[in-house]
Structure formats: structure tokens, C-alpha cells
């Protein structure tokens, strides 16, 4: 069973693959001029969105495993900044994606956004108190 921040860390190096295997994907149709609506559209700059969160997403979860383990230690608001940055990396290409198809959905974008912002501002707190 993992714990956090070693959950941060498999979720990190998770997000960086997913990030390989999506480019990979992408990169297959995006010679073709008109593929998702063409190169300005809503819907191929949300997939692009989506292909570069989980290389970010990915990033600020490693960076929060070298911070919680070599500097916060355990405290009792660890589990929800680490939780919630994993919350905020699942959320974000799945908004992305939701409103690429449904742009109506643009709320959605509230869930990782909220996540990410209460679990860095959770994370400043501690390192505050250090």
C-alpha cells in the first residue's frame, strides 16, 4: 500500500508516461491540417492542454514528493495536499478533454483548478511553519 508522498511519486512518473503515450497518440494525426477542427480550434488546443497537463501535473506531484519527504516531514496536512494534487493531475486532462467535446462543460475545470491552488497554498502553509 502506498502512502503519501510516495503516492505523489508513482502518480508523477504514471502522469509523465501518460504524457509520452498521448503525445504518441496525437502525433499521428497532426500532420492532417483539419484534424479537430484544424490547428486554432477550441477542441485541438484543449487535447493539447490535456497532452501537456500530465507532464506538468506530473512535474509539480514529483516536486512535491521531494518536498514533503526531505522537508515537510509528516504533518497532519500532508495526506490532503498530497491527495489533492493527485486529484488535480486526474481532473485536468479529463476536463480538458470533457470540454473539448462539450464546451459547455467549462466548470468542470473548477474541480483541478480548486484541487491544485487549496493543495499549493496547503503545502506554502507548512513549509511557512517550518
Partial sequence: ML???EVNLVFAWAWVLA????????????NREDWLGGY?????RLYRLAHISFFGLGAI???YYFTARHVLGHSP???FAAWGFV???????LACLIMARWTRA???FAVPVLSLVLSGAL????????
Fill in 106 to 108: 467549462k466548470m468542470l
Fill in 40 to 44: 486554432t480550434s477550441l477542441k485541438r
Fill in 87 to 93: 486529484l488535480g493531475g486526474l481532473t485536468m486532462p
Fill in 123 to 130: 503545502t506554502i502553509w507548512e513549509l511557512i511553519k517550518i
Fill in 19 to 30: 504524457g509520452f503515450l498521448s503525445g504518441l497518440v496525437m502525433g499521428l494525426f497532426f
Fill in 3 to 5: 502512502h503519501t508522498p
Fill in 77 to 79: 496536512l500532508q495526506p
Fill in 61 to 63: 506531484n514529483l516536486m
